[in-house]
């Protein structure tokens, strides 16, 4: 086990499954001392297991929903009370539907900018206060391939996660005096539930199976292969470290070449 995050509180959004489970399992490695959220408890409870049994230890987690900005106060509190500090977050919480804009319901748009995008902002309003008073802390931020390149019928998604990039080029600009770097990571095709999910509704929509529509995801990958959550959670755990002092506003793809700006 590395010790380069001995020490080191990171919260982490969505931290139960897939890219999260991901990020929160190398942060460990690494030595740091997690914190996992995500709005789901028994995944989370399922996670808190795992990492017990690698640190012989239970780490501190809270079942949060990234849109309730009162609930997110009161576990970055706890956190705080806890450990006395937060030196990175992960805003990794995020959600995924397919729809023709057509077709698109002011719910399922209201359904990914809530979670993706103004959960990002919510959660991190309230660890920033703490991150400014020391003078230091990293932020990143999942946003998506989707951020880069607009994804028919996931033109919602592709707006929240646009807008997550945004987010994280502004705020690296006020915060930067602080000492305090946000970047964010941009993951291409990757094999999750979320994607498994995909597949189905992207088959349904456009007349294809859902292993035809997998297939064409690695076929677009110049590295012949889908993205792993253990390929983005490297990048994650790359971008909190010193290696990555000098790097702010960032949007880093993560995607095998299938973007390339």
């Keep these: 086990m590395s010790q380069e995050f001995k020490g080191k509180v990171v919260l982490i959004t969505g931290a139960a499954v897939g890219i999260g489970r991901a990020i929160t399992l190398k942060f460990v490695e690494a030595g740091a001392t997690v914190v996992p959220t995500d709005i789901n408890p028994e995944s989370l409870a399922v996670l808190k297991a795992e ?78 206060p703490h991150m400014i008073a020391k003078k230091s802390g990293k932020i990143i931020n999942t946003a998506s391939m989707a951020a880069k390149i607009g994804a028919p019928l996931l033109a919602h998604y592709s707006a929240s996660k646009f807008a997550v990039v945004g987010f994280t080029q502004a705020l690296a600009k006020e915060v930067a005096q602080y000492g305090i770097t946000v970047n964010a990571v941009c993951p291409g095709f990757v094999l999750t539930s979320m994607q498994d999910r995909e597949v189905v509704w992207e088959g349904q929509l456009r007349g294809m199976s859902p292993e035809a529509v997998r297939q064409e995801y690695i076929d677009q990958t110049p590295l012949g292969r889908l993205c792993l959550p253990e390929d983005v959670a490297k990048v994650v755990v790359f971008l909190a470290s010193s290696g990555a002092d000098f790097m702010t506003g960032q949007a880093i793809n993560v995607t095998g070449g299938a973007c390339m700006h």
């Design 51 to 128: 990492v017990a049994e690698l640190t012989g230890a239970e780490p501190l987690t809270f079942q949060m929903d990234v849109t309730k900005a009162e609930q997110i106060q009161g576990v970055v509190d706890q956190v705080i009370a806890a450990y006395g500090k937060i030196d990175v977050l992960c805003n990794n919480a995020g959600v995924s539907s397919m729809v023709r804009v057509v077709d698109m319901s002011e719910a399922d748009w209201d359904f990914n900018m809530n979670v993706n995008a103004k959960g990002t902002f919510l959660v991190t309003r309230a660890v920033l």
